[in-house]
Antibody, heavy 123, light 109 residues
Framework: QVQLVESGGGLVKPGGSLRLSCAAS????????MNWIRQAPGKGLEWVSY????????NYADSVKGRFTISRDNAKNSLYLQMNSLRAEDTAVYYC????????????????WGQGTLVSVSS | EIVLTQSPGTLSLSPGERATLSCRAS???????LAWYQQKPGQAPRLLIF???SRATGIPDRFSGSGSGTDFTLTISRLEPEDFAIYYC??????????FGQGTRLEIK
């Protein structure tokens, strides 16, 4: 069955960096676009970034552009999010999510989600 | 940016009743790119509906989606105890490509 397991969250000071990972299994990872989506405590969902199946395409929310970098390693079935210059407002649970389409296009629909990893930015 | 506004903010109903949740977009959204998710406390969201009206794998047929343009609806025909949760609509379109509604909390009356 499809499994997505995030790791790498934790407490970091403002201005610091963190790298999140998402280990995928149960499907052909290289066939799907992948996403990071976050949820601040008690708040709604915010899309952060996506990456194409072969890393050819990436896109970011304006709130993280220039600070976060999404990447993937299809040989390791893994997705990453490098987060630099972290701010208090980046505090959230970060989910990795699979794009619904297994083709060469982005459907913008998220059919499987991990359980999330908590990132807390505080001094 | 396409803003999705969900109403009501909170819906109080009893098991067995019908629930109607609304999602209104600030500009037209392609039905192909409108989805609904359910989230329970401490859990990740779960895809319910994609393409405005197609049920995701394993979703019971009491869940249905409809709408087009700027007005979309999620209907739960007969509420089961496990349906009480927060529901989000979401669209994929112009920059930023992905936006979510603020959510509707469905609570037991």
């Amino acid at each position: 069955q499809v499994q997505l397991v995030e790791s790498g969250g934790g407490l970091v000071k403002p201005g610091g960096s963190l790298r999140l990972s998402c280990a995928a299994s149960g499907f052909t990872f290289s066939d799907h676009y992948m996403n990071w989506i976050r949820q601040a405590p008690g708040k709604g969902l915010e899309w952060v970034s996506y990456i194409g199946s072969r890393s050819s395409y990436t896109n970011y929310a304006d709130s993280v552009k220039g600070r976060f970098t999404i990447s993937r390693d299809n040989a390791k079935n893994s997705l990453y999010l490098q987060m630099n210059s972290l701010r208090a407002e980046d505090t959230a649970v970060y989910y990795c999510a699979r794009d619904h389409s297994s083709g060469w296009y982005y459907s913008g629909t998220f059919d499987y989600w991990g359980q999330g990893t908590l990132v807390s930015v505080s001094s | 940016e396409i803003v999705l506004t969900q109403s009501p903010g909170t819906l109080s109903l009893s098991p067995g009743e019908r629930a109607t949740l609304s999602c209104r977009a600030s500009q037209s959204v392609s039905s192909r790119y409108l989805a609904w998710y359910q989230q329970k406390p401490g859990q990740a969201p779960r895809l319910l509906i994609f393409g405005a009206s197609s049920r995701a794998t394993g979703i019971p047929d009491r869940f249905s989606g409809s709408g087009s343009g700027t007005d979309f609806t999620l209907t739960i025909s007969r509420l089961e105890p496990e349906d009480f949760a927060i529901y989000y609509c979401q669209q994929y379109g112009s920059s930023p490509p992905i936006t979510f509604g603020q959510g509707t909390r469905l609570e037991i009356k």
